[in-house]
């Protein structure tokens, strides 16, 4: 099973963009869903997920009120749309998947989830 990132981007301090992962072959609407950044130097970092049943969304302090999680069980698609982009939300964003809570989702490390995807990067500038 391949998760497929999309939609990053150059964007400027303020601006937004919209992140998707699909999950083809998964049984997605058994799976906790998020995403995973990575700033250069550091480690992969939380950022949100999202219930199977869509009833329990959960954010890093940094996004709350800017970031936004939902899924669509039918397409087998997360997405992730950010507002607000500040310069520090640079870095490559991962969605992931584990057959979990969202709450337990965002108390794991990075390498515990069942499926990483490829990365999909996004630069903010000043």
């Known amino acids: 099973v391949q998760l497929q990132a999309s939609g990053g981007g150059l964007v400027q301090a303020g601006g937004s963009l919209r992140l998707s992962c699909a999950a083809p072959?998964?049984?997605?609407?058994?799976?906790?869903v998020g995403w995973f950044r990575q700033s250069p130097g550091k480690e992969h970092a939380f950022v949100a997920a999202?219930?199977?049943?869509?009833?329990?969304?959960y954010y890093t302090d940094s996004v709350k009120g800017r970031f936004t999680i939902t899924r669509d069980n039918f397409s087998n698609t997360v997405y992730l749309q950010m507002n607000n982009l500040k310069l520090e939300d640079t870095a490559v964003y991962f969605c992931?998947?584990?057959?979990?809570?969202?709450?337990?989702?965002?108390?794991?490390?990075?390498?515990?989830?069942?499926?990483r995807g490829k990365g999909t990067q996004v630069t903010v500038s000043s």
């Open positions: 992931v998947a584990r057959r979990t809570t969202a709450h337990t989702m965002s108390r794991l490390p990075y390498n515990a989830m069942d499926y």
């Open positions: 072959g998964l049984t997605f609407s058994t799976y906790a």
């Open positions: 999202i219930s199977r049943n869509v009833d329990s969304k």
